[in-house]
């Protein structure tokens, strides 16, 4: 038995027969090293080919792929004729572009053996083809593909600080064609180009520009080879994914250790409005990470831009404050507008406690109840604005419940009453100038709703009981008339009897 | 001076009227006094409560405004902001409703009575005709409104006169102005309602009422050949127009009642795009006809199991009005059961299938 025991470079090339070339070399993951046999690359690197002479280094070579492997030939023929003969396969010396993730693809694609699970290769090529990229090949022969990001004789292994796609240099890989403005035309030409220069001011830029392999980089966000576009709701980028993407990394305490900063970010935004409205409610107009902090760019919004960055959505509000008594004194003190009263990433549904000095209130964080003071004084006065025109509200839909609920038609009272609602919400954003005369003069037209409702409701109610009072006398006087009529043919029928 | 204005007045009026022929008309014209006379009163009763719907009609046709951006609308605004336009607006309702069963109960109890016999049979016809019309005027007045039920109910309704051999899809593109219930439908319904069936119905009620005088109150079977002592008679005037006069009052009180602690509700403006309400039914007149179209098959004999349901209804229909005509030739005369049983029936299939529609 063991006078036949076959050595195991034989028995690779035994395989290697019958199951192609690739495969039997990648097959042998433990004794990795160069194919014995490559004329193709022998005579090129002998003469001096730079493709040859780079494919030395190549981890594919190192590995034992040879020439043949993509380029197609006989890598055993040592006559030129005969190894890159087209009935030997030969392909070509420059492959199809659409052709190179099949060519890659029979290792890196689908299938899988030892090696491939070893090295998580099974399927790569395929994700390529399934995301944008892969689309854009199909539709464009110039679409990226593998070595667009690889590189071509030359790759190393992903880990290794020369790879193109390494964190130290994989945004400037993306940037070759991302910040090509004519290149990505062809493709989309809505698509910003403009992501590596914002990418550069950002923080995960600096730091990556630094040497940190830490922060995160292109792939970090929109994955590597199975990239959806950012619409897709399959993308990690997509509005709805995006919290719980940056979450990957800002939630890990020991990643981010280094750091310095706080690590609860998410755990606060998912409980709070905007993340209740955007991942359980789904509302896309909700904000995520990206929608204060930008996302190729993304940074923390310095104090004096907090009320630009909330502006964006709640421009009424910022522009009143920008007006207000307020911004001079933040800005003094540095303190970043919208987030003193609100919060930040756990950022709750505002209400009226907000304004007065109760214990949930926002401006006894800073104001003192002090009746001699005109602040003070103001705060309290507004609350009063604020808690007349809501429970004057209650008051009214109490009325009108009250009407309808004896079947009496308050339609048009209930109409108007959105009214106050309306006046409610200028209210609250009005309370933003912090000057009572603009909180009274949004209030003041909800408040004559309020009056006209609560009449409606009041005569409603009074005309009910009108009506049962008309139907009692009505039907007393018809009852009485009635009788007095019944007696009346009685006495005729006497009369007549008699 | 009054007794002198009195006769002078009776003096210009002689001249020109035959008065005294009315007056003596009036003063001999008798009615027989027996346990049925309660059934003659629901013929002053349905013409009493026409008379509530001519009025309480004309006020809402002040305010009513035809059309399928106004006609909801318009109804909304007399029952929210008109003076008493609610009282009159459920007024009508419920009048109508009432109506509808005070003429089927007449209808029932002149068949019963048998009291379409001759000479009456052209009292039973226009009899027949204003009931047919009634159900015309319940039948247009409901999509009135324009609200969601009145117009999936109109458009059921429409859609069963649709299955009517041969002319169904015609009367169907005539009741409905086009292929659906739209703004054509609710105009012709209008104009139906207060303009063309008033119209034929003041005729038939003018005709039917003059026969009734002119013929007299029928007199029970059991009197025939017997001697006049036994027969009772109470005078038409007072006596028996004072007794319509009481049981108008009566009618006039359950009317308010039932408008005030019961005020037809106007619903939510139709929206011919939305899906149709759950368990959309006719008005419970319509319901017996409705519920036993149910249980017909979908084919009979390779025809359509609705166009076999409104044939049968058709023909049963026919027979019932011409059963003065049948009843003469049935050779049991005055004691004829078969027609009693007949009646029987139909009133228990009727209170049946309605019951079973209504739960």
Not at chain 1, 80 to 107: E, F, H, L, T
Not at chain 1, 281 to 297: E, K
Not at chain 2, 226 to 251: C, G, T
Not at chain 2, 275 to 285: D, L, N, T
């Amino acid at each position: 038995m063991s006078a036949f025991r076959i050595h195991p470079l034989l028995s690779r090339l035994l395989v290697a027969c019958s199951a192609g070339a690739a495969l039997a070399v990648l097959a042998t993951p433990a004794s990795a090293k160069p194919a014995a046999v490559d004329q193709c690359y022998n005579c090129h690197h002998e003469g001096g080919t730079p493709q040859a002479i780079a494919f030395a280094k190549d981890i594919h070579y190192l590995n034992g792929v040879t020439c043949a492997d993509c380029h197609g030939g006989d890598p055993t023929k040592d006559d030129q004729d005969a190894a890159m003969s087209p009935a030997a396969g030969y392909r070509g010396k420059k492959i199809r572009k659409s052709d190179i993730p099949v060519i890659c693809g029979k290792c890196h694609g689908a299938g899988s053996n030892d090696f491939k699970r070893e090295n998580h290769l099974t399927d790569v090529a395929d994700s390529l083809s399934a995301g944008v990229h892969g689309e854009a090949l199909r539709n464009n022969d110039n679409g990226p593909q593998c070595v667009s990001c690889h590189g071509v004789h030359n790759i190393v292994a992903v880990s290794d600080p020369a790879s193109p796609v390494s964190p130290g240099h994989v945004v400037k890989t993306c940037a070759t064609c991302h910040a090509d403005a004519k290149y990505m035309h062809d493709f989309n030409p809505r698509l910003p180009v403009d992501q590596y220069a914002m990418y550069l001011t950002s923080v995960h830029g600096q730091l990556n520009a630094q040497g940190d392999p830490k922060p995160a980089t292109c792939v970090s966000c929109h994955s590597n080879h199975l990239i959806y576009h950012v619409k897709d709701p399959r993308s990690p980028v997509y509005a709805t994914r995006i919290p719980e993407t940056c979450a990957r990394c800002h939630s890990n305490a020991r990643y981010m250790a280094q750091y310095h900063i706080p690590t609860d970010q998410f755990a606060q935004y998912r409980r709070s409005r905007h993340g209740i409205a955007l991942l359980e409610r789904s509302d896309l107009n909700a904000p995520a990470c990206n929608s204060c902090h930008g996302n190729h760019g993304a940074a923390p919004p310095g104090a004096m831009s907090v009320v630009a960055v909330c502006g964006n959505c709640h421009q009424a509000n910022a522009e009143l404050f920008q007006k207000s008594v307020h911004k001079e004194p933040f800005a003094k003190r540095n303190l970043g507008g919208c987030v003193v009263c609100h919060g930040n990433h756990g950022i709750q549904e505002p209400t009226d406690a907000l304004v007065g000095f109760d214990e949930r209130s926002a401006c006894g964080k800073c104001h003192k109840r002090d009746a001699s003071d005109t602040a003070a004084r103001d705060i309290t006065h507004m609350r009063a604005l604020l808690d007349s025109l809501q429970q004057g509200q209650q008051a009214a839909d109490r009325e009108i419940d009250h009407a309808e609920q004896l079947g009496m038609d308050v339609a048009d009272a209930k109409y108007d009453l959105r009214d106050v609602h309306q006046a409610l919400v200028q209210a609250r954003v009005a309370i933003h100038s912090f000057k009572v005369s603009d909180l009274a003069d949004a209030i003041h037209p909800g408040i004559a709703v309020l009056a006209a409702a609560e009449k409606a409701g009041n005569e409603a109610v009074h005309d009910y009981y009108f009506r049962r009072q008309g139907l009692a006398v009505s039907t007393l006087i018809v009852t009485l008339v009635t009788v007095l009529l019944y007696l009346k043919i009685r006495e005729i029928e006497k009369e007549k009897k008699k | 001076m009054n007794e002198t204005f009195k006769t002078r007045a009776m003096a210009w009026l002689r001249a020109r009227l035959p008065i005294d022929a009315a007056v003596d008309f009036a003063q001999h014209k008798q009615v027989p006094a027996y346990h049925g006379s309660v059934w003659y009163y629901f013929g002053g009763i349905s013409l009493f409560l026409f008379i509530v719907q001519v009025i309480s009609g004309i006020l809402l046709i002040m305010y009513y405004q035809p059309g399928v951006a106004t006609g909801y609308e318009s109804v909304r605004f007399i029952v929210v902001h008109v003076k008493f336009g609610w009282l009159v607006r459920s007024v009508h309702t419920w009048s109508a409703n009432l109506m509808i069963f005070s003429v089927f109960v007449h209808m029932f109890s002149v068949y019963f009575t048998k009291a379409y016999r001759k000479p009456r049979e052209l009292t039973w016809f226009t009899g027949l005709v204003l009931l047919g019309l009634c159900m015309g005027f319940g039948f247009s007045g409901y999509l009135l409104p324009w609200n969601t039920l009145a117009y999936f109910a109109t458009k059921v309704g429409t859609a069963i006169s649709a299955t009517t051999p041969f002319i169904g899809p015609t009367i169907l593109q005539i009741l409905r102005g086009g292929s659906e219930v739209g703004a054509e439908t609710l105009t012709r319904f209008f104009g139906l309602h207060v303009a063309v069936m008033p119209a034929i119905f003041t005729v038939m009620l003018g005709t039917h009422l003059m026969l009734v005088q002119i013929q007299g109150m029928h007199e029970p079977h059991e009197w025939e050949g017997a001697p006049e002592s036994q027969k009772k008679y109470m005078p038409f005037f007072p006596n028996f127009i004072l007794r319509d006069l009481l049981l108008w009052l009566i009618v006039l009180n359950v009317l308010a009642i039932l408008a005030v602690m019961f005020p037809w509700e106007i619903g939510h403006k139709a929206d011919p795009g939305a899906a149709a309400p759950m368990g959309i039914k006719p008005e419970w007149y319509f319901l017996f006809m409705y519920q036993a179209l149910k249980y017909f098959p979908g084919k009979i004999l390779g025809l359509d199991g609705d166009a076999v349901g409104v044939m049968l209804f058709g023909a049963a229909g026919l027979l019932w009005a011409l059963v003065p005509i049948w009843d003469s030739r049935l050779p049991r005369g005055s004691r004829n059961r078969i027609v009693t049983y007949i009646g029987i029936f139909v009133v228990i299939a009727i209170i049946v299938l309605t019951g079973i529609g209504l739960t």
